[in-house]
T-cell receptor
Framework: AQSVTQLDSQVPVFEEAPVELRCNYS??????LFWYVQYPNQGLQLLLK??????LVKGINGFEAEFNKSQTSFHLRKPSVHISDTAEYFC???????????FGQGTILTVHP | DSGVTQTPKHLITATGQRVTLRCSPR?????VYWYQQSLDQGLQFLIQ???????AKGNILERFSAQQFPDLHSELNLSSLELGDSALYFC?????????????FGPGTRLTVT
């Protein structure tokens, strides 16, 4: 079984500042890792994913994440945030069960002007 | 717009009742997933279908059932509803049922049980 812990439930930040949203996972098998974003009153949208290869993954909207196997982490970063990045962000893992995503509790990112 | 449609958008019903949520996947996607999002449980995987067959099961209650039809749309049936079933129910689809594929999420159906 897999589990995901998002270490911050809320992250407030000012516009144009950098941000890091933290995610740790637990699994006894190899996993695939994902970050999804949920804007208010919308479904989830994939930001980026790590399947294999380079541990630094670039996604949409200027986000990137780094897979660290030894620390079982997959933190999401953006060097300069915009007001439009205000949303809830979910880290997810997928193990051996086809397509079954296990989500973290989510981190609400609020970008202030 | 992900291409996944869900109906209805909102549903208000009473305890003990039965409802059906409908999902149409993106054109060409064979796999459909159902998730429940609630304040206390977060986002939880319920069930996955691939080309009409059940592929994986999560923490889905016995009062809940789902199916995927030959035209690939899916329905989630919730019966003997309880207050705790109030949640946002998402459907997602992907091209295949294999690991690592992107899942495209619909806008969700908000169920309120009174």
């Amino acid at each position: 079984a897999q589990s995901v812990t998002q270490l911050d439930s809320q992250v407030p930040v000012f516009e144009e500042a950098p941000v890091e949203l933290r995610c740790n996972y637990s699994s006894s098998v190899s996993v695939y890792l994902f970050w999804y974003v949920q804007y208010p009153n919308q479904g989830l949208q994939l930001l980026l994913k790590y399947l294999s290869g380079s541990t630094l993954v670039k996604g949409i909207n200027g986000f990137e994440a780094e897979f660290n196997k030894s620390q079982t982490s997959f933190h999401l970063r953006k060097p300069s945030v915009h007001i439009s990045d205000t949303a809830e962000y979910f880290c997810a893992v997928e193990g051996t069960s086809y397509g079954k995503l296990t989500f973290g509790q989510g981190t609400i990112l609020t970008v202030h002007p | 717009d992900s291409g996944v449609t869900q109906t209805p958008k909102h549903l208000i019903t009473a305890t003990g009742q039965r409802v059906t949520l409908r999902c149409s996947p993106r054109s060409g996607d064979l796999s459909v997933y159902w998730y429940q999002q609630s304040l206390d449980q977060g986002l939880q995987f319920l069930i996955q279908y691939y080309n009409g067959e059940e592929r994986a099961k999560g923490n889905i209650l016995e009062r809940f059932s789902a199916q995927q039809f030959p035209d690939l749309h899916s329905e989630l049936n919730l019966s003997s509803l309880e207050l705790g079933d109030s949640a946002l129910y998402f459907c997602a689809s992907s091209a295949s049922g294999t690991s690592g594929g992107e899942q495209y999420f619909g806008p969700g159906t908000r169920l309120t049980v009174t």
